[in-house]
Protein backbone atom coordinates (compact mmCIF):
# COMPACT_ATOMS: atom_id res chain seq x y z
CA UNK A 1 0.00 0.00 0.00
CA UNK A 2 1.55 3.54 -0.76
CA UNK A 3 1.97 6.11 2.01
CA UNK A 4 0.24 9.30 1.82
CA UNK A 5 1.40 11.93 -0.61
CA UNK A 6 1.39 14.26 1.54
CA UNK A 7 3.73 12.17 4.34
CA UNK A 8 5.53 11.09 1.49
CA UNK A 9 6.62 14.83 0.85
CA UNK A 10 7.27 15.28 4.28
CA UNK A 11 9.63 12.48 4.41
CA UNK A 12 11.23 13.91 1.19
CA UNK A 13 11.95 17.05 3.37
CA UNK A 14 12.91 15.83 6.70
CA UNK A 15 15.07 16.15 9.65
CA UNK A 16 18.23 16.73 8.33
CA UNK A 17 19.42 15.86 11.21
CA UNK A 18 18.31 11.92 11.38
CA UNK A 19 19.85 11.98 7.56
CA UNK A 20 23.38 12.80 9.15
CA UNK A 21 22.38 10.39 11.69
CA UNK A 22 21.80 7.06 9.61
CA UNK A 23 25.05 8.19 7.65
CA UNK A 24 27.03 7.91 10.98
CA UNK A 25 25.96 4.42 11.22
CA UNK A 26 26.83 3.57 7.76
CA UNK A 27 30.47 5.21 8.31
CA UNK A 28 31.04 3.72 11.49
CA UNK A 29 30.06 -0.19 9.82
CA UNK A 30 32.59 0.92 7.23
CA UNK A 31 35.21 2.31 9.35
CA UNK A 32 35.12 1.38 13.05
CA UNK A 33 32.95 3.69 15.93
CA UNK A 34 36.58 5.12 16.92
CA UNK A 35 37.40 6.48 13.90
CA UNK A 36 33.67 8.68 13.34
CA UNK A 37 33.52 11.83 14.70
CA UNK A 38 29.43 12.39 15.40
CA UNK A 39 28.36 15.58 16.69
CA UNK A 40 24.80 15.69 14.72
CA UNK A 41 22.04 14.03 17.39
CA UNK A 42 21.37 15.95 20.78
CA UNK A 43 21.51 12.30 22.59
CA UNK A 44 23.11 12.70 25.82
CA UNK A 45 25.58 10.53 26.76
CA UNK A 46 25.72 11.29 30.18
CA UNK A 47 23.17 9.06 32.73
CA UNK A 48 20.47 10.79 34.91
CA UNK A 49 21.42 11.70 38.16
CA UNK A 50 21.50 9.66 41.07
CA UNK A 51 18.82 10.13 42.52
CA UNK A 52 17.02 8.67 39.55
CA UNK A 53 18.61 5.06 39.82
CA UNK A 54 17.24 5.61 43.44
CA UNK A 55 13.93 6.45 43.06
CA UNK A 56 13.55 3.49 40.26
CA UNK A 57 14.63 1.05 42.07
CA UNK A 58 12.57 1.87 45.27
CA UNK A 59 9.92 1.78 43.04
CA UNK A 60 10.57 -1.31 41.38
CA UNK A 61 11.18 -2.69 45.06
CA UNK A 62 8.20 -1.68 46.67
CA UNK A 63 5.76 -1.17 43.70
CA UNK A 64 2.07 0.36 44.52
CA UNK A 65 -1.10 -1.34 43.55
CA UNK A 66 -2.40 0.45 40.71
CA UNK A 67 0.48 1.61 39.35
CA UNK A 68 0.44 0.47 35.80
CA UNK A 69 -3.66 0.96 34.64
CA UNK A 70 -4.67 5.02 33.60
CA UNK A 71 -5.14 7.69 35.09
CA UNK A 72 -6.55 11.16 34.18
CA UNK A 73 -5.38 12.23 30.75
CA UNK A 74 -3.82 15.27 32.31
CA UNK A 75 -1.82 12.74 34.48
CA UNK A 76 -1.31 12.41 37.91
CA UNK A 77 -2.71 15.11 40.59
CA UNK A 78 0.59 14.83 42.73
CA UNK A 79 2.73 14.97 39.85
CA UNK A 80 1.37 17.86 38.14
CA UNK A 81 1.37 19.90 41.64
CA UNK A 82 4.75 18.57 42.43
CA UNK A 83 5.80 20.49 38.73
CA UNK A 84 3.52 23.37 39.86
CA UNK A 85 5.52 23.50 43.10
CA UNK A 86 8.54 23.53 41.22
CA UNK A 87 7.99 25.76 38.56
CA UNK A 88 6.47 28.73 41.46
CA UNK A 89 10.19 29.15 42.31
CA UNK A 90 10.59 31.41 39.25
CA UNK A 91 6.80 32.31 38.79
CA UNK A 92 5.41 35.73 39.73
CA UNK A 93 2.27 33.69 38.61
CA UNK A 94 1.12 30.88 41.29
CA UNK A 95 0.85 27.96 39.18
CA UNK A 96 -1.40 25.21 40.53
CA UNK A 97 -1.59 21.60 39.50
CA UNK A 98 -4.75 22.48 37.08
CA UNK A 99 -2.03 24.44 34.96
CA UNK A 100 -0.18 21.39 34.27
CA UNK A 101 -0.56 18.69 31.56
CA UNK A 102 1.89 15.91 31.84
CA UNK A 103 2.77 14.69 28.51
CA UNK A 104 5.23 12.54 26.39
CA UNK A 105 7.92 14.59 26.27
CA UNK A 106 7.83 18.46 24.99
CA UNK A 107 7.62 17.23 21.36
CA UNK A 108 4.06 15.63 22.61
CA UNK A 109 3.52 18.98 24.54
CA UNK A 110 4.19 20.93 21.51
CA UNK A 111 1.72 18.83 19.46
CA UNK A 112 -1.11 19.18 22.29
CA UNK A 113 -0.59 22.74 22.36
CA UNK A 114 -0.84 23.41 18.96
CA UNK A 115 -3.97 21.03 18.06
CA UNK A 116 -5.47 22.56 21.34
CA UNK A 117 -5.42 26.18 19.73
CA UNK A 118 -5.13 26.07 15.99
CA UNK A 119 -7.81 26.48 13.31
CA UNK A 120 -6.92 26.08 9.61
CA UNK A 121 -4.76 27.84 7.95
CA UNK A 122 -3.84 29.72 11.21
CA UNK A 123 -0.11 31.15 11.76
CA UNK A 124 2.59 30.15 13.56
CA UNK A 125 5.59 32.41 13.63
CA UNK A 126 8.75 30.32 14.05
CA UNK A 127 12.18 32.34 14.81
CA UNK A 128 15.14 31.42 12.58
CA UNK A 129 17.25 28.93 12.99
CA UNK A 130 14.76 26.98 14.64
CA UNK A 131 14.29 23.53 15.88
CA UNK A 132 13.57 21.07 12.75
CA UNK A 133 10.27 19.44 13.05
CA UNK A 134 8.41 22.54 14.17
CA UNK A 135 7.17 23.19 10.65
CA UNK A 136 5.84 19.46 10.95
CA UNK A 137 4.44 19.61 14.11
CA UNK A 138 2.29 22.94 12.63
CA UNK A 139 1.11 21.16 9.41
CA UNK A 140 -0.13 18.11 11.47
CA UNK A 141 -2.67 20.71 13.02
CA UNK A 142 -3.71 22.29 9.71
CA UNK A 143 -1.76 25.55 10.71
CA UNK A 144 0.62 27.38 8.22
CA UNK A 145 4.59 27.78 9.70
CA UNK A 146 5.56 31.31 8.93
CA UNK A 147 9.73 31.91 9.47
CA UNK A 148 11.00 35.15 11.08
CA UNK A 149 14.70 35.74 10.67
CA UNK A 150 16.43 36.73 14.13
CA UNK A 151 19.14 39.53 15.04
CA UNK A 152 21.81 38.88 12.59
CA UNK A 153 24.96 37.83 14.89
CA UNK A 154 23.54 37.56 18.11
CA UNK A 155 20.41 35.06 17.08
CA UNK A 156 17.80 37.31 19.50
CA UNK A 157 14.35 37.65 17.91
CA UNK A 158 14.00 40.56 16.41
CA UNK A 159 10.71 42.36 17.79
CA UNK A 160 10.53 45.11 14.63
CA UNK A 161 10.56 41.52 12.33
CA UNK A 162 8.20 39.92 14.56
CA UNK A 163 5.96 42.70 14.55
CA UNK A 164 5.63 42.93 10.67
CA UNK A 165 4.89 39.09 10.16
CA UNK A 166 2.15 38.99 12.44
CA UNK A 167 -1.51 39.11 10.58
CA UNK A 168 -5.33 38.80 11.67
CA UNK A 169 -4.47 35.04 11.30
CA UNK A 170 -1.89 35.07 13.55
CA UNK A 171 -2.17 32.10 16.37
CA UNK A 172 1.35 31.75 17.93
CA UNK A 173 4.66 32.54 18.15
CA UNK A 174 6.70 29.53 19.30
CA UNK A 175 10.05 30.60 21.42
CA UNK A 176 12.75 28.25 21.64
CA UNK A 177 15.37 28.98 24.51
CA UNK A 178 18.05 28.23 25.60
CA UNK A 179 17.92 27.78 21.93
CA UNK A 180 18.25 25.00 19.39
CA UNK A 181 20.94 25.38 17.74
CA UNK A 182 22.62 28.77 18.96
CA UNK A 183 22.84 27.80 22.68
CA UNK A 184 21.20 31.55 23.02
CA UNK A 185 19.29 32.40 25.75
CA UNK A 186 16.43 35.03 24.75
CA UNK A 187 17.34 38.19 27.06
CA UNK A 188 14.06 39.27 29.31
CA UNK A 189 13.95 42.84 28.10
CA UNK A 190 13.15 41.14 24.36
CA UNK A 191 10.41 39.14 25.73
CA UNK A 192 8.81 42.04 27.80
CA UNK A 193 9.27 44.29 24.16
CA UNK A 194 7.53 40.66 22.50
CA UNK A 195 4.76 40.80 24.67
CA UNK A 196 3.99 44.64 24.28
CA UNK A 197 3.70 43.86 20.64
CA UNK A 198 1.25 40.60 21.11
CA UNK A 199 -0.77 42.75 23.66
CA UNK A 200 -1.18 45.99 20.50
CA UNK A 201 -1.73 43.57 17.72
CA UNK A 202 -4.67 41.28 19.74
CA UNK A 203 -5.95 44.70 20.80
CA UNK A 204 -6.04 45.80 16.98
CA UNK A 205 -6.76 42.51 15.48
CA UNK A 206 -9.32 41.58 18.01
CA UNK A 207 -7.96 38.43 18.22
CA UNK A 208 -5.88 35.53 20.69
CA UNK A 209 -2.27 35.53 20.09
CA UNK A 210 -0.01 32.86 22.38
CA UNK A 211 3.59 32.77 23.03
CA UNK A 212 4.21 28.59 23.24
CA UNK A 213 7.56 28.62 25.05
CA UNK A 214 9.81 25.35 24.06
CA UNK A 215 12.27 24.72 26.98
CA UNK A 216 13.80 21.56 27.14
CA UNK A 217 17.56 22.90 27.34
CA UNK A 218 16.15 24.92 30.43
CA UNK A 219 18.37 23.75 33.06
CA UNK A 220 21.21 23.46 30.97
CA UNK A 221 22.59 27.46 31.28
CA UNK A 222 26.03 28.04 31.94
CA UNK A 223 28.39 31.10 33.78
CA UNK A 224 25.79 31.82 36.22
CA UNK A 225 23.02 32.58 33.26
CA UNK A 226 19.26 32.17 33.73
CA UNK A 227 16.41 31.62 31.50
CA UNK A 228 13.89 33.58 32.32
CA UNK A 229 10.81 32.42 33.34
CA UNK A 230 8.49 33.15 30.05
CA UNK A 231 5.23 33.93 32.75
CA UNK A 232 7.14 36.97 34.48
CA UNK A 233 7.08 38.22 31.02
CA UNK A 234 4.13 38.01 28.22
CA UNK A 235 1.13 36.83 29.43
CA UNK A 236 -0.84 34.47 27.06
CA UNK A 237 1.88 31.86 27.61
CA UNK A 238 2.66 28.03 27.69
CA UNK A 239 5.62 26.32 28.47
CA UNK A 240 6.15 22.92 26.76
CA UNK A 241 9.45 20.73 28.19
CA UNK A 242 10.60 17.66 28.79
CA UNK A 243 12.81 15.45 31.64
CA UNK A 244 14.80 14.66 28.23
CA UNK A 245 18.46 16.47 28.77
CA UNK A 246 17.58 17.61 32.45
CA UNK A 247 17.52 14.08 33.87
CA UNK A 248 18.82 12.85 30.43
CA UNK A 249 15.91 10.54 29.92
CA UNK A 250 15.26 11.21 26.07
CA UNK A 251 14.12 7.90 25.59
CA UNK A 252 11.54 7.83 28.06
CA UNK A 253 9.63 10.44 26.78
CA UNK A 254 8.07 12.28 29.68
CA UNK A 255 7.53 16.16 29.34
CA UNK A 256 4.88 18.54 30.29
CA UNK A 257 2.99 21.46 29.14
CA UNK A 258 2.77 24.26 31.95
CA UNK A 259 -0.17 26.87 31.13
CA UNK A 260 0.31 30.28 32.42
CA UNK A 261 -2.35 31.36 35.21
CA UNK A 262 -2.65 34.65 33.92
CA UNK A 263 -3.68 33.62 30.45
CA UNK A 264 -6.98 34.36 28.63
CA UNK A 265 -9.09 31.95 29.61
CA UNK A 266 -6.60 29.36 30.80
CA UNK A 267 -9.52 26.61 32.30
CA UNK A 268 -10.71 26.50 29.13
CA UNK A 269 -7.51 25.74 27.29
CA UNK A 270 -6.77 23.31 30.23
CA UNK A 271 -9.35 21.12 29.14
CA UNK A 272 -8.59 21.67 25.18
CA UNK A 273 -4.85 20.40 26.34
CA UNK A 274 -6.07 17.35 27.97
CA UNK A 275 -8.95 16.26 25.40
CA UNK A 276 -5.93 17.23 22.87
CA UNK A 277 -4.02 15.11 24.61
CA UNK A 278 -5.87 12.24 24.31
CA UNK A 279 -7.25 12.53 20.94
CA UNK A 280 -3.89 12.51 19.46
CA UNK A 281 -3.27 9.21 20.86
CA UNK A 282 -1.27 9.88 23.22
CA UNK A 283 -3.63 9.05 26.21
CA UNK A 284 -1.38 9.93 29.33
CA UNK A 285 2.48 10.70 29.51
CA UNK A 286 3.96 7.57 30.67
CA UNK A 287 3.08 6.36 34.09
CA UNK A 288 6.53 4.98 35.66
CA UNK A 289 7.99 8.24 34.49
CA UNK A 290 5.11 10.13 36.02
CA UNK A 291 5.51 8.48 39.29
CA UNK A 292 9.52 8.92 39.17
CA UNK A 293 9.84 12.37 37.92
CA UNK A 294 7.46 14.04 40.81
CA UNK A 295 10.04 13.70 43.36
CA UNK A 296 13.07 14.85 41.01
CA UNK A 297 12.18 18.22 40.35
CA UNK A 298 14.94 19.94 41.74
CA UNK A 299 17.31 17.63 40.36
CA UNK A 300 19.69 17.66 36.87
CA UNK A 301 22.59 16.17 35.29
CA UNK A 302 25.72 17.94 36.06
CA UNK A 303 26.43 20.59 33.59
CA UNK A 304 29.87 21.04 34.45
CA UNK A 305 30.89 18.30 31.93
CA UNK A 306 28.71 19.84 29.17
CA UNK A 307 30.53 23.56 29.91
CA UNK A 308 33.77 21.62 30.21
CA UNK A 309 32.64 20.50 26.62
CA UNK A 310 31.55 23.48 25.03
CA UNK A 311 34.92 25.55 26.38
CA UNK A 312 36.92 23.27 24.79
CA UNK A 313 35.25 23.48 21.61
CA UNK A 314 34.63 26.73 21.34
CA UNK A 315 38.35 27.40 22.23
CA UNK A 316 39.99 25.42 19.87
CA UNK A 317 38.06 25.99 17.06
CA UNK A 318 37.47 29.72 17.27
CA UNK A 319 41.77 29.57 17.37
CA UNK A 320 41.67 27.69 14.41
CA UNK A 321 39.56 30.46 12.86
CA UNK A 322 35.66 29.50 12.81
CA UNK A 323 32.83 31.91 13.65
CA UNK A 324 30.05 31.16 16.21
CA UNK A 325 28.43 32.80 18.98
CA UNK A 326 29.53 31.70 22.54
CA UNK A 327 26.53 29.13 23.66
CA UNK A 328 24.77 30.45 27.30
CA UNK A 329 23.14 27.04 27.45
CA UNK A 330 22.17 23.79 25.64
CA UNK A 331 24.66 21.97 24.12
CA UNK A 332 24.99 23.12 20.46
CA UNK A 333 27.47 24.66 19.04
CA UNK A 334 25.97 27.01 15.87
CA UNK A 335 29.44 27.92 13.86
CA UNK A 336 29.20 29.70 10.37
CA UNK A 337 30.05 27.80 7.43
CA UNK A 338 33.64 28.66 5.51
CA UNK A 339 31.87 27.78 2.34
CA UNK A 340 28.68 29.69 1.54
CA UNK A 341 27.13 25.85 0.42
CA UNK A 342 26.55 24.75 3.94
CA UNK A 343 25.31 21.33 2.83
CA UNK A 344 28.92 21.20 1.10
CA UNK A 345 30.68 22.08 3.77
CA UNK A 346 29.12 18.94 5.77
CA UNK A 347 29.83 16.74 2.89
CA UNK A 348 33.94 18.24 3.20
CA UNK A 349 33.68 17.12 6.90
CA UNK A 350 32.50 13.90 6.03
CA UNK A 351 35.34 13.14 4.30
CA UNK A 352 37.54 14.28 7.76
CA UNK A 353 34.98 11.62 9.57
CA UNK A 354 33.55 14.27 10.90
CA UNK A 355 29.58 14.17 11.22
CA UNK A 356 27.81 18.10 11.22
CA UNK A 357 24.25 18.85 10.46
CA UNK A 358 23.72 21.54 7.67
CA UNK A 359 22.12 25.16 9.19
CA UNK A 360 19.27 25.02 6.24
CA UNK A 361 18.08 21.96 8.00
CA UNK A 362 17.37 24.57 10.95
CA UNK A 363 15.97 27.19 8.46
CA UNK A 364 19.52 29.44 8.62
CA UNK A 365 21.87 28.45 5.48
CA UNK A 366 25.33 29.07 5.84
CA UNK A 367 25.69 27.62 9.16
CA UNK A 368 26.19 23.81 10.71
CA UNK A 369 25.68 22.85 14.19
CA UNK A 370 27.68 20.83 16.44
CA UNK A 371 26.34 18.73 19.51
CA UNK A 372 28.84 18.65 22.19
CA UNK A 373 26.43 16.36 24.23
CA UNK A 374 29.07 13.51 23.47
CA UNK A 375 31.83 11.63 25.34
CA UNK A 376 34.78 14.02 25.91
CA UNK A 377 37.25 11.71 24.74
CA UNK A 378 35.68 11.92 21.27
CA UNK A 379 35.91 15.79 21.08
CA UNK A 380 39.71 15.95 21.96
CA UNK A 381 40.41 13.27 19.55
CA UNK A 382 38.41 14.71 16.82
CA UNK A 383 40.77 17.80 17.14
CA UNK A 384 43.16 16.77 14.26
CA UNK A 385 40.27 16.13 11.73
CA UNK A 386 38.65 19.50 13.06
CA UNK A 387 42.33 21.26 12.01
CA UNK A 388 42.35 19.63 8.92
CA UNK A 389 38.56 20.25 7.66
CA UNK A 390 39.51 24.34 8.42
CA UNK A 391 42.53 23.84 6.30
CA UNK A 392 40.57 22.44 3.43
CA UNK A 393 38.02 25.15 3.88
CA UNK A 394 40.37 27.84 3.68
CA UNK A 395 40.02 28.76 7.05
CA UNK A 396 42.31 31.27 8.51
CA UNK A 397 43.49 30.76 11.95
CA UNK A 398 42.88 33.47 14.88
Given at each position: MAIATKIQTCIEQSSWIRKMFEEGDRMRQQFGAQHVFDFTIGNPAVEPPAAFKAALLELASHPIEGMHRYMSNAGYPETRAAVAQHLNKASTQPLQADHIIMTCGAGGALNVALKTILNPDEEVLILTPYFVEYKFYIDNHGGIPVVVNTCVDTFQPDVKAITRAITPRTKALILNSPNNPTGVIYAAEVLDQINAVL????????????????????????????VPCIFNHVTNSVVATSHS???????????????????????????????????????????????????????????????????????????????????EGGFYLFPQSPLSDDVAF???????????VPGRGFGAPGYFRIAYCIDLDIIERSMPAWERLAHKGGITKN
Open positions: QEKQREFGTTIYVISDEPYARLAYDNSTKDLALPGERIGYLALNPAMKDVHTFFEGAVFSNRVLGFVNAPALMQRLVAGLQDESVDITAYAQKRDLLYSRLSNMGFKMVKPVKMAQEEKILL
